[in-house]
């Protein structure tokens, strides 16, 4: 009988390790960062990974591959209300509103140097909020940053993963890739739609990869 008792818990345990690793969630509470798992659900995910990959399509940036998304076939996705709601409720923050600017298809390929130290710059009147969508991801690279105790966190972003930072937030970087591949979204939720220079600035630079 205490053989069967322990069996049992052992069983209740594996099944709580499983679904802590399944639903993660690692955030911060003040709203600077948040990394969430399993962010779509499997119809949209399933959508998602359909986008065209073939690299003659996008633009070279040296360390990145870029195609602005000009279709509404991902922000139909993105900024639906149900996944407004979920970043809502995840940033406890009611204001949130989709962004016009279009959302970025990006391929880290390997040997690309990652992206260097850096805080989002605004492109607002209120602090934006950059979101990262990893698509794909066979590579080494980790996405870091330092928080408001200057301790550094490390990453590896899982497919089907959003890791949203706060505009004029934390400063991080992405790591190089020294092999595999990372294939993301880069999407911006906002809180307001009164942009300043910054935004016209990066726009009129998206504008520019319109074939």
Same mark, same amino acid.
């Given at each position: ?6 069996? *049992?818990?052992?069983? /209740?345990?594996?099944?709580? *390790?499983?679904?802590? +690793?399944? !639903? ?6 003040? %709203? ?7 962010? !779509?659900? =499997? #119809? ?7 986008? %065209? ?6 633009? $070279?940036?040296?360390?990145?591959? /870029?195609? @602005? ?6 922000? %139909?996705?993105?900024?639906?209300? #149900? ?7 995840? !940033? ?7 962004? =016009?600017? @279009? /959302? ?14 850096? /805080?989002?710059?605004?492109?607002? =009147? ?13 590579? $080494? ?17 899982? @497919? ?5 930072? #706060? ?35 990066? *726009?009129?630079? +998206? ?5």
């Amino acid at each position: 009988m205490k053989r069967k008792y322990i069996i *049992i818990l052992l069983l /209740i345990l594996i099944a709580l *390790i499983f679904t802590y +690793f399944c !639903l993660k969630t690692t955030y911060v509470v003040d %709203d600077h960062l948040i990394y969430i798992t399993n962010f !779509l659900d =499997e #119809k949209d995910y399933q959508e998602v990974l359909k986008l %065209d990959t073939k690299k003659d399509g996008f633009n $070279n940036e040296t360390f990145r591959l /870029i195609k @602005p998304l000009y279709d509404n076939s991902m922000s %139909d996705i993105f900024y639906s209300e #149900k996944y407004i709601s979920k970043v809502k409720g995840l !940033l406890n923050n009611n204001k949130i509103i989709e962004s =016009e600017f @279009p /959302i970025e298809h990006r391929i880290y390929p390997v040997n690309s140097e990652g992206m260097k130290w850096h /805080i989002d710059t605004l492109l607002y =009147e209120e602090p934006q909020y950059e979101a990262v969508y990893t698509i794909r991801n066979t590579s $080494n690279s980790y996405t870091e940053w330092i928080d408001g105790d200057n301790i550094k966190h490390s990453e590896w972003t899982e @497919p089907n993963s959003l890791l949203i930072v #706060k505009a004029k937030g934390y400063k991080h970087h992405v790591t190089p890739v020294l092999n595999g591949e990372r294939e993301i979204l880069k999407l911006i939720y906002t809180q307001t739609d009164k942009v300043n220079d910054n935004y016209r600035r990066e *726009i009129q630079r +998206f504008n520019s990869f319109k074939n």
